[in-house]
């Protein structure tokens, strides 16, 4: 991938991420939102920063469609305003750390052509808010099948998928090989995006390891509640980690149930904060919401260390996610018939 | 510069340049001040545009640093 030179323009995209962060949902609004149908919900993210994307997307979708595009097409607004308002490394950073929605948007184009959907439904599950624009999602979505797809990809981001993985999904049709290649090479080019040299970016990168880490603990309890381990649960290991090693990941991929792998993980530091989620019945829902709130408490804990830094622009983004999320939550949710404190249990704020 | 008996007196020239190195490096160091705060300025009222005010007040406190070194220009030229 093409590298910047240059410290880059740290005051003033920290300044924008922190004015964009202030406006970001509060944990009244959510409050509200619980009390509210989702025309109600529609109507009041309207007047929470959202009034553009709900008007664009009103004619083509309505009720929860709504909720969910217009909230995925403002996260992408935003992430691509920060992405070029950055200069130098901080935009090697911010760039790598974006790709996961590059990633992210190959994963749901190779999976709508192995399963043969139309253009058109591919194109609605996209979310433009990484270094790749429409334009250049189109193009993928207009290559002729997968591994045209996949050379387009590495010509426009430089990231190729191994001949292996290739191989494997000519041999069954199966795309898990090139996915878990995806999700190894994006963590692997983020890690290697943070530089040293400043204390800013140290403190960053023991932040993305210890992502990393929660990534691996999801996949983990994730695979635990359908009770798949060993062999089969290795092969999703993302090495990078602080403190889940390979040989830690083992262990707890060896354990029975969920409640056992929560004992193998009594050691790590997140632990302490997702053993709540770790019961019997645990369900993937639950688990992830308490690694939603690991992860945005994580953030929080570091936000505010270096003003001038990558930190608070990350901050902003991880923020703005969690608020893309609790909305579809909320809007999911209450269109179900969710009770209010089971839906309260899944916000992340 | 005035000689007297054969030596020169340079102390005009030297109090002259000295009121021009406390106005000169206090405007150096203003502007070190001012480039990241004005680079935040722009930031936070390209995202909000009613922190202008704000954002001035904190645009401009560097400036007091310039007047302190106009004082000691001014003092060493004035008053020495």
């Known amino acids: 991938m093409f590298q910047r030179s240059g410290k880059g323009n740290y005051a003033y995209t920290s300044a924008r991420a922190k004015?964009?962060?202030?406006?970001?949902?509060?944990?009244?609004?959510?409050?509200?939102?619980?009390?509210?149908?989702?025309?109600?919900?529609?109507?009041?993210?309207?007047?929470?920063?959202?009034?553009?994307?709900?008007?664009?997307?009103?004619?083509?979708?309505?009720?929860?469609?709504?909720?969910?595009?217009?909230?995925?097409?403002?996260?992408?607004?935003?992430?691509?305003?920060?992405?070029?308002?950055?200069?130098?490394?901080?935009?090697?950073?911010?760039?790598?750390?974006?790709?996961?929605?590059?990633?992210?948007?190959?994963?749901?184009?190779?999976?709508?052509?192995?399963?043969?959907?139309?253009?058109?439904?591919?194109?609605e599950d996209l979310v433009p808010a990484g270094r790749l624009d429409m334009d250049d999602l189109d193009d993928l979505v207009a290559a002729p099948g997968v591994e045209e797809t996949l050379d387009l990809f590495a010509s426009k981001t430089g990231v190729r998928v191994s001949d292996e993985a290739v191989a494997a999904y000519r041999n069954d049709r199966m795309l898990k090989d090139i996915e878990d290649e995806l999700a190894k090479t994006f963590y692997r080019n983020l890690l290697l995006s943070v530089g040293t040299t400043t204390q800013a970016n140290r403190i960053f990168r023991t932040y993305l390891e210890r992502v990393v880490d929660a990534q691996n603990v999801e996949t983990l309890l994730k695979l635990k509640v359908e009770r798949i381990g060993g062999e089969?649960?290795?092969?999703?290991?993302?090495?990078?980690?602080?403190?889940?090693?390979?040989?830690?990941?083992?262990?707890?991929?060896?354990?029975?149930?969920?409640?056992?792998?929560?004992?193998?993980?009594q050691g790590l530091k997140i632990h302490n904060e997702i053993k709540g989620a770790l019961t019997d019945n645990a369900s993937v829902l639950?688990?992830?919401?308490?690694?939603?709130?690991?992860?945005?408490?994580?953030?929080?804990?570091?936000?505010?260390?270096?003003?001038?830094?990558?930190?608070?622009?990350?901050?902003?983004?991880?923020?703005?996610?969690?608020?893309?999320?609790?909305?579809?939550?909320?809007?999911?949710?209450?269109?179900?018939?969710?009770?209010?404190?089971?839906?309260?249990?899944?916000?992340?704020? | 510069m005035v000689v007297t008996e054969g030596v020169a007196d340079v102390t005009n020239g030297l109090i002259a340049i000295g009121a021009g190195l406390a106005v000169g490096l206090a405007g150096v160091g203003t502007g070190m001040a001012e480039k990241d705060i004005g680079a935040a300025a722009i930031g936070a009222i390209t995202e909000d545009s009613s922190l202008f005010g704000r954002s001035m007040i904190f645009m401009v406190l560097p400036e007091t640093v310039v007047i302190f070194g106009l004082v000691i220009a001014i003092m060493a030229i004035f008053v020495m």
Not at chain 1, 245 to 252: G, L, P, R, S, V
């Open chain 1, 19 to 123: 004015a964009k962060k202030s406006r970001l949902l509060k944990e009244e609004d959510y409050s509200k939102m619980l009390m509210m149908s989702v025309p109600e919900i529609s109507h009041y993210i309207s007047e929470a920063g959202y009034s553009k994307e709900m008007t664009e997307l009103g004619n083509r979708y309505t009720g929860l469609s709504l909720v969910e595009y217009a909230t995925y097409a403002n996260m992408a607004v935003a992430f691509r305003s920060i992405l070029k308002a950055s200069t130098g490394e901080l935009r090697n950073m911010v760039e790598a750390y974006l790709s996961e929605w590059d990633f992210t948007n190959l994963e749901v184009i190779l999976r709508g052509k192995n399963y043969g959907l139309p253009v058109e439904e591919i194109r």
């Open chain 1, 232 to 265: 089969e649960a290795m092969k999703y290991f993302i090495p990078g980690g602080q403190e889940v090693d390979e040989k830690t990941y083992a262990q707890i991929a060896a354990a029975a149930d969920v409640v056992s792998a929560g004992n193998e993980m």
């Open chain 1, 286 to 349: 639950d688990v992830v919401a308490a690694i939603d709130r690991y992860n945005a408490e994580l953030a929080n804990s570091v936000a505010h260390m270096y003003p001038l830094s990558v930190i608070p622009v990350v901050d902003y983004m991880i923020h703005k996610r969690n608020e893309a999320r609790n909305i579809r939550m909320i809007a999911h949710g209450v269109d179900s018939g969710l009770d209010v404190e089971t839906m309260k249990g899944l916000l992340v704020i």
